[in-house]
């Protein structure tokens, strides 16, 4: 099968969640009124990135590590398509089916037949950004079959139907008396005496997983790598649930982002060190499950690889933005970032929420589909110093900001600026026709602008500097 | 020596006790400090708001004003930042290649005022006296960008009947972010009010930083809640006696 997916288009609307209903400063105005939800924010991302602060600094080569991940990814991304078939070749000599998706829809229906052809009306899956990204569960609910995440968060979000609000901790806008009634509501068989007690809500969750993974003949997952020159595919995660579902069940189907591939094996060496000491502050993810097509009376004997493009080749198409296809889903951009801190995830709009989001969502749907994103940033650029493969995000959304459509009062506002900004003369008076912008009051209410909201304007002095500097 | 000044058009404008310090604190230690008057504004702005075509004549103007000057001194580590390291990247873009490269040279002479002090006058005492608290705010652009470390905080030391007090979660953005204030006011608004708890909460009576965009924003915060912390560019500290 050719690896050549049609000309670079982005993600198509009406299927997946990469698009919000509201622009992010509408929508984070939601969760800014929600002090509880700020303060639950707060404190998971404080001790996520204390944890994390705390084994990075064991490693006296992470800037290194940082820049060997940096190369390995751009190298990648190079040479894309030829790893891509190198991936291909090696999954089917190994006794896998490999399905290229060029966009959502087409990645649905595949797996959507994939499934239907097992005659199984229910699917388990493993936490997969990919498949939240394209909204299969939606589709496999509309064609009758039922998918039950097994991730625990995933499972919360799943039953409280919700959506994901971090890449990691997808249900960390959630706490436990919350989870407590969604499990009451929701949760097939569950015991009516249930209590918010965190270990109590993990049984609960445990016995029903487990007579699901006991029953269920197909599982869906995600990849976090896939080797080209061996045809492997990775699974990290903490909770042991996605290695049930990736050694359970006869069938599985793996969908993987086109931009997972990684050349070779010892590629794992870096990545299985940045990832988990990125991520959840751990030394090493406690498990890492690895397969290769097909192995005879163990296992899956039936395995499917879908590799999605779904916008992809259109990031990948733009040199300044591509690197946000380096991406390796650690979050570590989420957690110390001051917006996300604030506003949660539900204000993106998208499966991909925080920095990386606010770069590679408008990149996946097209920058009008989601132009107020790559604006809800300070560029602060704590997230760059944070990411374990180094994209430096604050000039992505820098770049990105230059190809958003603008509001036509700002662009001649700007405009405006800029020519007298470049002529010294009317410079100096437009600095002294500030002084008349005194009558706007400190507090700014002459103003249309959003300044004045929580803070003064500072005096007009009585003289510019440069007035000052002439008469000394 | 002899510094040429970029005053940037926030201190030029609003804030120009900023800018006078600097000259008083250069001229001070025996430099020669001169002020082209054909410069404004480095079109920072601009170019993170997403305008960078507009942006090339304000990179163009600031590339030829300056020029001519060896050491360039601006008392902003975000518009030092903006000119290192992204004057060079938006002239390539719009395809002045020429420009691209003079930006780039004059970007490695161009410095924020602690690390001239520090890096090339070679002083840390500069001879300052300040009887105040004073808490320092390290802005992100100047620690993240133009990347002066602890520099303000080593020349701070120095400074006699100053009492520096430390600021907790010192890191976190502000909020400002320039048109993001604006653009995201709410956000933005909710980021101060943890920065201002954060100042208040160290007793100190001054908070300082090398940015007066950051401090008019956090001193426009203070004022808004009456607190009683006044906002002082580093300039002007190291500049009193
Ligand atoms: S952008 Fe970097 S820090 Fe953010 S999730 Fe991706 S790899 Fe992690």
């Not at chain 1, 006794?95 to 966009?103: E, L, N």
């Not at chain 1, 290769?292 to 004997?301: A, L, M, R, S």
């Not at chain 1, 929580?454 to 000394?472: G, N």
């Not at chain 2, 163009?60 to 060896?70: M, N």
């Amino acid at each position: 099968m050719s690896t050549f997916l049609g000309m670079p288009a982005t993600a198509p609307r009406g299927v997946g969640h990469l698009r919000g209903d509201e622009p992010f400063p509408a929508a984070a105005h939601t969760a800014l009124a929600n002090d509880q939800l700020r303060r639950n924010l707060r404190h998971a991302t404080t001790t996520i990135r204390g944890k994390s602060g705390r084994v990075i600094a064991e490693l006296p080569d992470w800037q290194e590590l940082r820049s060997a991940g940096s190369a390995i990814k751009a190298d990648v991304m190079s040479r894309l398509p030829e790893l891509l078939e190198e991936l291909e070749a090696r999954v089917t000599e190994r006794g896998g089916v490999v399905h290229w998706a060029a966009d959502a829809n087409q990645a649905n229906a595949i797996v959507t037949e994939l499934v239907r052809r097992t005659g199984s009306e229910r699917v388990i899956k493993v936490k997969s950004m990919a498949t939240q990204e394209i909204a299969l569960n939606e589709a496999l609910e509309a064609a009758g079959i039922q998918p039950v995440e097994t991730d625990l968060a995933e499972l919360i979000v799943q039953l409280g139907n919700d959506q994901p609000s971090h890449i990691l901790v997808p249900a960390i806008h959630r706490n436990r008396s919350e989870i407590r009634e969604i499990f009451l509501t929701a949760m097939p068989g569950v015991d009516p005496g249930l209590t918010d007690d965190p270990p109590v809500l993990a049984a609960a969750a445990r016995k029903y997983l487990r007579e699901t993974f006991l029953s269920t003949k197909v599982a869906i997952s995600g990849a976090n790598f896939g080797i080209a020159e061996t045809g492997t595919l990775a699974v990290v995660e903490s909770e042991g649930n996605g290695r049930m579902c990736l050694t359970l069940p006869d069938t599985l189907i793996t969908v993987m982002g086109i931009e997972k591939v990684v050349p070779a094996w010892r590629d794992l060496e870096v990545f299985l060190q940045l990832l988990p000491r990125a991520s959840t502050g751990e030394r090493m993810n406690p498990y890492t499950t690895m397969w290769t097509g097909v192995t005879p009376g163990d296992g899956p004997q039936d395995f499917h690889l879908v590799l999605l493009d779904n916008g992809r080749s259109a990031v990948l198409a733009d040199p300044a933005g591509r690197s946000a296809l380096h991406c390796i889903r650690c979050s570590a951009c989420l957690n110390v970032c001051p917006v996300y801190e604030r506003t949660g995830g539900h204000a993106y709009g998208s499966v991909y929420p925080g920095p990386i989001g606010a770069v590679l969502s408008p990149q996946l749907t097209g920058i009008e589909d989601n132009a107020s994103l790559p604006f809800a940033s300070s560029l602060c650029g704590a997230c760059f110093d944070a990411c374990p493969v180094r994209i430096d995000i604050p000039s992505i959304l820098v770049h990105l900001r230059n190809r958003a459509p603008h509001p036509k009062s700002e662009r001649a506002a700007m405009r405006a600026a800029a020519y007298t900004m470049d002529r010294p003369k009317l410079y100096a008076r437009a600095q002294r026709a500030a002084k008349l912008a005194r009558i706007a009051g400190r507090r700014g209410r002459g103003l249309p602008l959003g300044w004045n909201r929580a803070r003064d304007l500072p005096e007009i002095p009585a003289q510019t500097f440069r007035d000052w500097w002439a008469s000394r | 020596m002899r510094i040429a000044l970029f005053a940037t058009c926030l201190a030029d404008t609003l804030f120009p006790e900023a800018a006078k310090a600097t000259v008083r604190l250069l001229e001070r230690l025996g430099h020669e400090v001169v002020f082209p008057l054909e410069q404004t504004c480095c079109g920072q702005m601009h170019i993170n708001t997403g305008y960078q075509r507009d942006a090339v004549p304000l990179i163009r103007r600031y590339v030829s004003v300056f020029s001519g000057y060896d050491v360039i001194v601006a008392p902003s580590g975000s518009c030092v930042g903006s000119i290192r390291h992204q004057h060079a990247l938006v002239a390539a873009r719009a395809g002045a290649a020429g420009l691209a490269a003079r930006a780039s040279e004059l970007g490695a002479r161009t410095y924020e005022l602690s690390e001239l002090l520090i890096d090339v006058l070679e002083v840390e005492d500069v001879g300052a006296y300040y009887p105040h608290t004073v808490t320092y705010h390290p802005t992100c652009h100047s620690l993240r960008m133009t990347r002066v470390g602890d520099k303000p905080l080593r020349l701070l030391r120095q400074v006699r009947g100053l009492d520096l007090v430390e600021l907790p979660a010192a890191e976190q953005c502000c909020g400002f972010g320039g048109t993001f204030a604006i653009k995201n006011a709410e956000t933005s608004a909710a980021m101060l009010a943890d920065k201002l708890t954060a100042i208040e909460s160290t007793g100190a009576s001054v908070c300082t930083a090398g940015d007066a965009s950051c401090l008019m924003h956090i001193g426009g915060g203070l004022s808004r809640r009456e607190s009683g912390v006044r906002t002082v560019h580093l300039a002007e500290i190291l500049a009193a006696t």
